[in-house]
C-alpha cells in the first residue's frame, strides 16, 4: 500500500494488526474505535521508546549493531521486566528456526559433492555458456549476412525489371 | 540439480559461520543516515512467529536519526515486546471499563490505565 504523504514520520502498525491482537487479548470486549486509534499510537512510541533506549545500552558496549541482548536490557530497564521471560522464549524459537533455515540450505549446497568437484563443474557450466553464446552470436551475424544478401539481390532485380518495363513502354508507344 | 548445487556454491562463500552474531551483523538494518538498501528483510522465516509487519517496526526504528544498526533479532523481540505490551495495556484498561460498569471500551480508560501505571508514564501526552 503506498502512502501518498509519504512520511516516513507518519508510520504505524497497522490497525487490522492491533484490532486482532486486542480481539484475542479481549475477546468478547467492545472496543471503541478511538480507544483503539490510541492504542496504535502507543505502540508507536513504544517502539521508539525501546529502540532508543536498547540504541543508548548499545552505544555503551563495544558493539555497533543492537542485539536482541540490548533489547532485553532495555525492557528491564524502563521496567517491563516481566517481558523478558517470554521474549527470551521467542527468541529462541527464532534462532531455531535460522539455523534450521541455514541447515536446509547447506544441505542442499552439499549433495555429498566435494567443493573442488563443484568448483570444476561451475567452470564447466561458465565455458558452455560462453560456447553457446558464441555461437548464437555467429548464426545471427549469418542471418545477417543473409539477410542483407537478399535485400541486395532483390534491389538489384527490382532495378533490372524497372529498366526492362520502361524500353516496353517506349517500343508501345511506337506501335501506336 | 548440479547447477543448483554450482549456483548455490557462489553464494555460500558470503556466508558466515554458524553463531549467531555474525549473521546479524551481516544483516543489519541500516538506520538513520546513509540511506541505504536495506540489508535484506528482518528474521526471515521468523516473520510467522510474530503477530506485526516485521518490516514495519523496522521502518518505525529507523525513523529515530539515533538508532543505529539493529539485528534482525532485535525486530523480531521488539515486535514480541510491542505484542505483549498491547496485552497488557488493554487489560489493565478493562479494570477501568468494570469499574465503570461498561461493557465497552473506551478511550478514557486506556487514560487512567497510563496515568495510573508507572511503566506507561512515557505514554502521557501521547495525542490521537
Known amino acids: 500500500m503506498a502512502s501518498s504523504s509519504g512520511n516516513d514520520d507518519d508510520l504505524t502498525i497497522p490497525r487490522a494488526a492491533i484490532n486482532k491482537m486486542i480481539k484475542e487479548t479481549l475477546p468478547n470486549v467492545r472496543v471503541a474505535n478511538d480507544a483503539r486509534e490510541l492504542v496504535v499510537n502507543c505502540c508507536t512510541e513504544f517502539i521508539h521508546l525501546i529502540s532508543s533506549e536498547a540504541n543508548e545500552i548499545c552505544n555503551k558496549s563495544d558493539k555497533k549493531t543492537i542485539s536482541p541482548e540490548h533489547v532485553i536490557n532495555a525492557l528491564e530497564s524502563l521496567g517491563f521486566g516481566s517481558y523478558i521471560t517470554e521474549v527470551k522464549d521467542v527468541l529462541q524459537e527464532c534462532k531455531t528456526v535460522a539455523l534450521k533455515r541455514r541447515k536446509a540450505s547447506s544441505r542442499l549446497e552439499n549433495l555429498g559433492i566435494p567443493e573442488e568437484e563443484l568448483l570444476r563443474q561451475q567452470q564447466e557450466l561458465f565455458a558452455k555458456a560462453r560456447q553457446q553464446q558464441a555461437e548464437l552470436e555467429q548464426q545471427e551475424w549469418l542471418q545477417m549476412q543473409q539477410a542483407a544478401q537478399q535485400a541486395q539481390m532483390a534491389a538489384a532485380s527490382a532495378s533490372v525489371a524497372q529498366q526492362a518495363g520502361s524500353s516496353q513502354d517506349e517500343d508501345e508507344e511506337d506501335e501506336m | ?128
Open chain 2, 1 to 128: 540439480m548440479a547447477a543448483a548445487a554450482v549456483a548455490a556454491l557462489v553464494s555460500s562463500t558470503e556466508q558466515e559461520p554458524d553463531r549467531c552474531g555474525s549473521e546479524e551483523e551481516n544483516r543489519g538494518v541500516e538506520a538513520g543516515d546513509g540511506g541505504q538498501q536495506p540489508a535484506g528483510p528482518a528474521a526471515p522465516g521468523c516473520s510467522r512467529l510474530s503477530k506485526l509487519p516485521l518490516a514495519r517496526i523496522k521502518a518505525l526504528m529507523k525513523s529515530d536519526p539515533d538508532v543505529s544498526l539493529a539485528s534482525q533479532e532485535s525486530v523480531f523481540i521488539i515486535a514480541k515486546a510491542t505484542e505483549l505490551f498491547v496485552e497488557m495495556i488493554a487489560k489493565d484498561a478493562l479494570v477501568y471499563a468494570q469499574q465503570g460498569k461498561r461493557k465497552t471500551l473506551q478511550r478514557k480508560d486506556l487514560d487512567n490505565a497510563i496515568e495510573a501505571i508507572d511503566e506507561f508514564a512515557f505514554l502521557e501526552g501521547t495525542l490521537d
